[in-house]
């Protein structure tokens, strides 16, 4: 071989040789802080028994160092959230799902936690953006619209629900969560006999369907059918003993009737659950003397 071509093999053995070399190293990351893959390892392990065994607040610093020493790592990022929001820290769990969103190769995971956090916030427009990118990322998935719906129903806006929940319905007709949600709202924004029509379909479908039951009992009521409403809310109630809403609707059927007792003891019972119901409070405190025993 002649000189020139044996040093030229002699140059690409050495880049060969180099290159094997560097494929083969182990990668030393930064630290974790400077420990490299070592520290990282030890710092993995630690965050998750300590989150594993809901030390929440011990688990935060090793996976914040985690995170910060790999910040597109999503598996750290979804960790950190949930961290944060066991500890009740809003702003730092929605800023974590937030980032989630950009690296995560399945963004979508990132939901329904991130809507429900901006409303714990007190920031309703953001929540209801939140839902409304999860049904962009998903438009087949009846969760997505159901959340989406019930956002719009917080912020009042019941034709923005009640249109979301029409178009979920068409796409998935067994969803009793969507079926509800638009009898609801055509009894807000409709008729109390379509309204009624909807949550007698829900209910046969879904006979355990507590929702379905209280929608249901809300319609006959609008429509003059106290008696029927009261069995259909009592079974709701025997079906969820606690539940606010039915306990609400329950008493209100009660005074209509003149059924002063039972009206007091609905309205009292959502005070005993929840000592800061101003409506319960307002009710029973309006409640006259006397009544049917």
Same mark, same amino acid.
């Given at each position: 071989?002649?000189?020139?071509?044996?040093?030229?093999?002699?140059?690409?053995?050495?880049?060969?040789?180099?290159?094997?070399?560097?494929?083969?190293?182990?990668?030393?990351?930064?630290?974790?802080?400077?420990?490299?893959?070592?520290?990282?390892?030890?710092?993995?392990?630690?965050?998750?028994?300590?989150?594993?065994?809901?030390?929440?607040?011990?688990?935060?610093?090793?996976?914040?160092?985690?995170?910060?020493?790999?910040?597109?790592?999503?598996?750290?990022?979804?960790?950190?959230?949930?961290?944060?929001?066991?500890?009740?820290?809003?702003?730092?769990?929605?800023?974590?799902?937030?980032?989630?969103?950009?690296?995560?190769?399945?963004?979508?995971?990132?939901?329904?936690?991130?809507?429900?956090?901006?409303?714990?916030?007190?920031?309703?427009?953001?929540?209801?953006?939140?839902?409304?990118?999860?049904?962009?990322?998903?438009?087949?998935?009846?969760?997505?619209?159901?959340?989406?719906?019930?956002?719009?129903?917080?912020?009042?806006?019941?034709?923005?629900?009640?249109?979301?929940?029409?178009?979920?319905?068409?796409?998935?007709?067994?969803?009793?969560?969507?079926?509800?949600?638009?009898?609801?709202?055509?009894?807000?924004?409709?008729?109390?006999? &379509? +309204?009624? $029509?909807?949550? !007698?379909? #829900?209910?046969?479908? @879904? %006979?355990?369907?507590? *929702?379905?039951?209280?929608? /249901? =009992?809300?319609?006959?009521?609008?429509?003059?059918?106290?008696? &029927? +409403?009261? $069995?259909?809310? !009592?079974? #709701?109630?025997?079906? @969820? %003993?606690?539940?606010? *809403?039915?306990?609400?609707? /329950? =008493?209100?059927?009660?005074?209509?009737?003149?059924?002063?007792?039972? +009206?007091?003891?609905?309205?009292?019972?959502?005070?005993?659950?929840? %000592?800061?119901?101003?409506?319960?409070?307002?009710? /029973?405190?309006?409640?006259?003397?006397?009544?049917?025993?």
């Amino acid at each position: 071989m002649p000189p020139h071509l044996r040093r030229f093999v002699a140059a690409l053995l050495v880049l060969a040789i180099c290159g094997w070399v560097l494929s083969e190293a182990p990668a030393q990351e930064g630290s974790a802080q400077d420990g490299g893959l070592q520290a990282s390892r030890d710092l993995q392990e630690k965050s998750r028994a300590l989150v594993g065994a809901g030390r929440y607040a011990e688990a935060l610093p090793p996976t914040r160092e985690l995170h910060e020493a790999y910040p597109t790592n999503h598996v750290y990022l979804s960790r950190l959230a949930d961290i944060h929001e066991h500890l009740g820290q809003w702003p730092e769990c929605a800023a974590a799902w937030e980032a989630y969103l950009k690296v995560s190769p399945t963004p979508w995971e990132a939901f329904p936690t991130l809507g429900d956090t901006y409303r714990k916030l007190g920031q309703l427009k953001a929540s209801t953006d939140a839902f409304a990118r999860w049904l962009d990322l998903q438009p087949d998935n009846p969760d997505a619209a159901f959340y989406l719906g019930r956002a719009w129903e917080r912020d009042h806006q019941f034709q923005k629900a009640r249109a979301v929940y029409q178009q979920g319905l068409k796409q998935h007709p067994d969803s009793t969560d969507l079926r509800v949600g638009l009898a609801r709202m055509t009894l807000f924004t409709g008729s109390a006999v &379509e +309204a009624r $029509r909807m949550a !007698e379909e #829900a209910v046969k479908r @879904s %006979p355990t369907s507590v *929702d379905a039951r209280l929608i /249901l =009992g809300m319609a006959l009521r609008s429509e003059g059918n106290l008696a &029927e +409403a009261r $069995r259909q809310l !009592e079974v #709701a109630r025997t079906m @969820s %003993p606690d539940y606010l *809403d039915v306990l609400q609707v /329950l =008493g209100g059927v009660a005074e209509q009737q003149d059924d002063l007792p039972a +009206a007091r003891a609905a309205y009292g019972r959502i005070l005993q659950l929840d %000592p800061g119901h101003a409506a319960a409070r307002t009710r /029973l405190a309006g409640l006259p003397k006397g009544g049917r025993p």
